[in-house]
C-alpha cells in the first residue's frame, strides 16, 4: 500500500518527457540553448508543483495543487477525505529551549496554513498565520493577517528590548553582588561606609547587633571589636534611622582612624 505521496505527484507531477526531435538541426540547436533546469540559490532545481489527484469520501476526486509553501505529505489525504478537510501547511519555526528539569519546550511557534475549501466564514479558505505562543499547547492565536502578524512582531520586539533591559540590571546585580562578596574592612573608603547599606557593612566588618538597655553618661551606640565574637552595641530604644547614622559613624571612625 502507498504510504507516502510519490514525488512525482507532490513535486512534479507525472513525468514529463519532451518529444524527440525529427530535425538533426533541431537538434543542435535544442543542445545549443539547453541551459539545464531552472535552479534555486542552493543549486536545488526549481520544479513547478503539479495537481495531486483526491478522493472524495462523497464521491468523485477533488484535483488541487499545493501551493508552494506547502510542505505537508497528503499521503493520508488521497485516500479518502471531505473537500472541506483539506489543509496546507508550511514549514514551521519556534524558538525552542530546554528547562532545569531537562524538558524541551518551544515558544513563538508559526507555520502558514490555509484550508482552501472552507466554508465557515473564518477566513481560513486564504492563507493565514497560525501563531502558537506556547507551542506544546497547540493553541494558536486564530487566523492571523500579515497585519496580526506585524502587531504581534512589535509586541515581541518591545518586549526583547525590555528582555535586554533587565538582562543589563542583571550584569550590574550580579557585579555588585561580587563586589560585596569580595568587601574587606581593609578595602573600604569612607565613602563605601557612607553609601553601602549597614547590612552590608556589619558583614564586611563581621560585626553582631547587640541591644542594650540603659548606659551611663548617655552612650547610644558602643563598638567592641576586641572579644571573639565583634559587636556593635546599640540602645534599644533607638528608632531604625538613628541606628543606622550611629553604626555609619562608628565605622567610619575605625577607616579613619587606619589612617
Known sequence: MQTTVPAAFKNS?????????????ESVLRSAFDQGEPCD?????????????YALRTGG??????????????????????????????????????????????????????WPFSTDGSGSEVPYMALRPEASMGESLGYSTPEDVEAAIRRTEAHLQSLRGLNA??????????????????????????????????????LKVVEFGDMPHGVQVWLDRTGSEPAVYLLRSLPQSARESLVRECLVA??????
Open 13 to 25: 507531477g507525472a513525468p514529463v518527457t519532451p518529444p524527440a526531435a525529427s530535425d538533426p538541426l
Open 41 to 53: 540559490a542552493d543549486g536545488n532545481p526549481i520544479v513547478e508543483p503539479q495537481p495531486i489527484t
Open 61 to 114: 476526486v477533488l484535483v488541487e495543487t499545493c501551493p508552494t509553501w506547502c510542505v505537508l505529505d497528503h499521503a493520508d489525504d488521497i485516500q479518502g477525505i471531505y473537500a472541506e478537510d483539506l489543509v496546507h501547511q508550511g514549514a514551521e519555526i519556534e524558538l525552542p529551549t530546554t528547562t532545569i528539569e531537562g524538558s524541551r519546550v518551544s515558544i513563538l511557534a508559526a507555520q502558514i496554513q490555509q
Open 169 to 206: 540590571r542583571l550584569v550590574e546585580a550580579r557585579a555588585e553582588y561580587e563586589h560585596r562578596q569580595g568587601l574587606r574592612p581593609e578595602n573600604l573608603s569612607v565613602d563605601d561606609v557612607r553609601t553601602l547599606p549597614v547590612p552590608v557593612l556589619l558583614k564586611a566588618f563581621g
Open 254 to 259: 575605625v577607616v579613619e582612624a587606619r589612617g
